[in-house]
């Protein structure tokens, strides 16, 4: 990797030496900052991506970073820096992550500070940069009383911490303080759950439906805090444009499946809601690795991608993670815990019915990001809208050859 150093004030210093991390996630900024203090002696702060090698795609390859020199690191390494004759990196872009530019990490850390100082629990190390990219910036600070977290997000997901204040503490990551885009959490013992056994995914599914159960009554204090509408018909318009503006990107049969797909949308709605499960919170990206904890104790994280739609949209995502054979039992429980929720329905025909329009949201996500951040993040999501139309098609394409029975 190549990081390129400035300063707080916005001086281009130049470039360090290139040096090997020693894991391939762009995102995982604790990488770079520890090689830099460990090959050369400085203390620095990533900013954002730069660059990466010719052809080379997110998440491995080579990259360059600017990185913000922290004021007390005393000065300049004193290895030679080599001039950076790219393009100006401190050049604002009007989508830019607060974050990502000169001074907006330190601006960050003072508000945390200042939060933990005011509930008399103070920070006793310096704050660690665990990771930054386009959708946020993490860090983690020490306290007497343990590791507390300070995420940052852009502005469309700023609902997240009014959410993990309306939401259930018992299923949500400790809320301690937030403004706006800014969120400290407090530390949530346990693991990232990406390897969970099919018994606690089973646990995941029951919390997920109990927690959608509750919000049902509730959606207009949802998009009162303006989370994404994925409900019919805004979300068969929402689809449509985003389907025109990636079909140049697809081959001419793939566009005609989509196009027999869109065309259903107004029927296969009125067939999902005769399925009897009504709109609620969607989640947006439930998977595994969203979810912390260990034992009896499990936290759903990431609030941000959250939106009012069907419930069912959250489950391909949760599948797609799962052992092929695991996959029926996850789709029993969910069926189970919604005909519990609501005696009478049929979430399996609704699941069945929703499995295209939900790969066809994955793209508006993606068309989505794509059109609120900068251009120079667009490499960690550009081929995404096209890659979730495709599986669209192909999901509508075997449908078609398998109608789901009524």
Known sequence: MTVVLCTRAGEVLGALPAFEGVQPWWPESWDAVARARELYGVDIVILRRLDTGDGERHPGGHVTYLAELTPDDGGPPAVPLAPWTGADPIADHP??????????????????????????????????????????????????????????????????????????????????????????????????????PLAQRLRM????????????????????????????????????????????????????????????????????????????????????????????????????????????LDQPAFVASAEAADVPAITARWAAAWRAEVPGSDPDRAAALLQPVAAMRQALIYRTFLDRIEPDEHVYHDQDPATWLRQAAELHRREESHPPTA
Request: hydrophobic share 45%; with cysteine; glycine share 8%.
């Open 205 to 312: 599914v029951a919390m997920l439906v109990r927690l959608q159960a509750l919000w049902v009554r509730c959606v207009d204090e949802l998009t009162a805090l303006r989370l994404a509408d994925w409900r019919h018909p805004v979300l068969a318009e929402q689809l449509s444009t985003t389907y025109e503006r990636t079909a140049g990107d697809l081959a001419a049969p793939t566009r005609r499946s989509l196009e027999r797909l869109l065309g259903t949308l107004d029927s296969r709605y009125a067939d999902i809601a005769a399925c009897g499960i009504p709109d609620t919170l969607v989640h947006g990206d439930f998977h595994p690795g969203n979810i912390r904890g260990g034992g009896d104790r499990l936290v759903l994280l990431d609030w941000g991608d959250c939106g009012v739609g069907h419930p069912l």
């Open 95 to 196: 989508l830019r992550a607060e974050w990502a530019r000169p001074g907006g990490p330190a601006a960050a850390l003072a508000w945390a500070e200042q939060a933990l100082e005011a509930m008399d629990r103070p920070s006793v190390a310096p704050p660690q940069q665990i990771r930054s990219w386009n959708l946020s910036t993490i860090w983690r600070l020490t306290t007497a009383a343990g590791p507390v977290w300070l995420k940052v997000v852009p502005p469309f997901f700023a609902h997240e911490g009014d959410m993990l204040e309306r939401l259930d503490p018992a299923v949500v990551p400790p809320l301690l303080a937030h403004d706006g885009p800014r969120i400290l959490l407090d530390d949530v013992p346990g693991d990232d759950q990406y390897g969970a």
